[in-house]
């Protein structure tokens, strides 16, 4: 698979207040994918990027990848306590399996 | 579409007994994958299936693991003997492809006495 690293690891946000999780990776990725687990819940699929440099909004949400495609980022715009979960960026394509990143445990303070 | 199906959501066990955890993934996933999620290790996978067929077992921790899957609706992932150690979620998903979408199932959250 191909190997990402997510930072931060865990974020406390006052609700309001923007949060942005970063994925990165020594490789070139194929794609990038991102889920977020709400808590007591299971992974759910939010996105994937393909294109070099690609930028996706859903919402306050915003997906980019990076121009060398071997970066990711998630930024959340004015936190809202229904933001709360666990965001995972995972890559993989080809003969290869999903690879999931750590994930960024978001916690927002009302 | 239900979704992906598992079963038991629950199980609490004493150490030394048998564990069976069931998955049904969705209808036309050739792809059927075995995690585990603890607080220490993330999100980890097991094992994973293509028709039906193991294709990458690397990740099963012990002789104590094993999984089947004997159709295309059907996957078992069964832990003998359990172990304390061995408390955890224990998510199924499935995918058309192998570096494509995956949908998880509920989980089943499993602990060991």
């Known amino acids: 698979g191909q190997q990402v690293m997510q930072i931060p690891q865990y974020q406390h946000v006052q609700e309001g207040e923007d949060f942005t999780t970063y994925c990165n990776s020594s490789?070139?990725?194929?794609?990038i994918q991102w889920y977020k687990q709400r808590p007591g819940g299971h992974p759910v699929f939010l996105i994937q990027l393909v294109k070099s440099g690609e930028v996706k909004k859903q919402k306050r949400l915003t997906f980019q990848f990076g121009e060398a495609k071997k970066n990711s980022s998630l930024h959340i715009t004015a936190t809202q306590t229904t933001d709360v979960g666990t965001y995972f960026c995972a890559s993989g394509a080809g003969s290869y399996q999903l690879t999931f990143g750590k994930g960024t445990k978001l916690s927002v303070i009302p | 579409d239900a979704g992906v199906i598992q079963s038991p959501r629950h199980e609490v066990t004493e150490m030394g007994q048998e564990v069976t955890l069931r998955c049904k993934p969705i209808s036309g996933h050739d792809y059927l994958f075995w995690y585990r999620q603890t607080m220490m290790r993330g999100l980890e996978l097991l094992i994973y299936?293509?028709?039906?067929?193991?294709?990458?077992d690397s990740g099963m921790p012990e002789d104590r693991f094993s999984a089947k899957m004997p159709n295309a609706s059907f996957s078992t992932l069964k832990i003998q003997p359990s172990e304390p150690r061995d408390s955890a979620v224990y998510f199924c998903?499935?995918?058309?492809?192998?570096?494509?979408?995956?949908?998880f199932g509920p989980g089943t959250r499993l602990l060991v006495l």
């Open positions: 998903a499935s995918s058309f492809q192998v570096g494509q979408t995956q949908y």
């Open positions: 299936f293509n028709n039906n067929v193991p294709i990458d």
């Open positions: 490789t070139t990725l194929s794609n």
